[in-house]
């Protein structure tokens, strides 16, 4: 047995309970996240490698509720070993943003492709081998609701000792990047986490992290409403989260046109 805290991690009704559920057995810690009255649920891995770690259903990191910043906080400040991010199938587009930014953190994960069946009722046809090569980690189809892939899941999680991976590193143009630059310097050591990461997250709006860096704030602040200026002004984009979802959004389009195929009659992506 070893001690893996895996953090379960995805967008709201993705199958992110019934995952939970035919990964864990029937005992599950529930308890509240320290602060706040969002439910936390821990469970132990069937196979006893290790420990799931329920986490409320997102679409961005950006707190736009209690949910999400528990969320930001838990990835800051919370030890585990690995990321398991539930994707929805016939949502990928939507579901890869929160994936995007999650492996920006750089952190083991690994993904659990769900809804697959209904994908597939949809017309819509997704490469995962192909999709696994983009991201450059590993893809897992599933079907949470009957067990389908769950147990390949399994396995995958607990096949090795994970180690850091690189952080996926976009490109957000010479002004955000020379933004991000001099924001580094500014922000302090925190739990190892990369500063590039904290920075990102700093800059679209993250209010969590804005918190967590309390510090500098101010210093950084100016910083970021400098780039925000420079932004509109050279007609880049309307504000520095438009941009960086700009980028993001382009890079998920690239990942779809590689790994995905749509039937004729299918109604959406
Ligand atoms: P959560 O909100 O992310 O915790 O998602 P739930 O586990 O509550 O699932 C939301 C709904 O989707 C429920 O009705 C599930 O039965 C259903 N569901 C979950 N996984 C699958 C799946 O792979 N295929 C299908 N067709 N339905 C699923
Ligand atoms: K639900
Ligand atoms: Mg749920």
Request: overall charge negative; some cysteine.
């Amino acid at each position: 047995m070893n001690t893996s805290q895996i953090a379960l991690l995805g967008n709201p009704n993705t199958g992110k309970t019934s995952l939970f559920n035919a990964l864990t057995g029937s005992y599950a810690y529930v308890g509240n996240w320290s602060g706040v009255t969002v439910e936390k649920k821990i469970g132990e891995m069937r196979n006893k490698q290790g420990k799931l770690i329920d986490l409320p259903g997102i679409y961005t990191l950006s707190p736009l509720s209690q949910d999400e910043s528990v969320v930001t906080n838990f990835l800051v400040n919370e030890s585990f070993t690995e990321i398991l991010n539930i994707v929805d199938a016939s949502q990928l587009k939507r579901n890869l943003n929160l994936t995007v930014q999650l492996l920006e953190l750089g952190r083991p994960i690994t993904i659990g492709l769900n809804m697959m069946d209904v994908a597939r009722q949809r017309g819509i046809h997704i490469d995962s081998n192909q999709l696994s090569k983009e991201l450059k980690v590993p893809v897992i189809p599933i079907i949470a609701r009957t067990g389908q892939g769950c147990e390949r899941l399994n396995n995958c999680i607990a096949s090795e000792e994970k180690e850091m991976i690189d952080p996926l590193r976009l490109d957000y143009g010479p002004i955000l990047e020379e933004t991000i630059k001099k924001m580094k310097d500014l922000i302090p050591e925190c739990n190892g986490i990369p500063k590039r990461w904290m920075a990102i997250q700093y800059l679209e709006g993250n209010s969590e992290m804005m918190k967590q860096l309390e510090s500098s704030d101010s210093e950084l602040k100016i910083i970021a409403k400098e780039a925000d200026r420079t932004l509109k002004e050279e007609k880049v984009a309307k504000s520095t989260q438009h941009h960086i979802a700009d980028v993001r959004d382009k890079f998920i389009q690239n990942i779809i046109d590689a790994s995905c195929e749509v039937k004729i009659h299918a109604k959406e992506t």
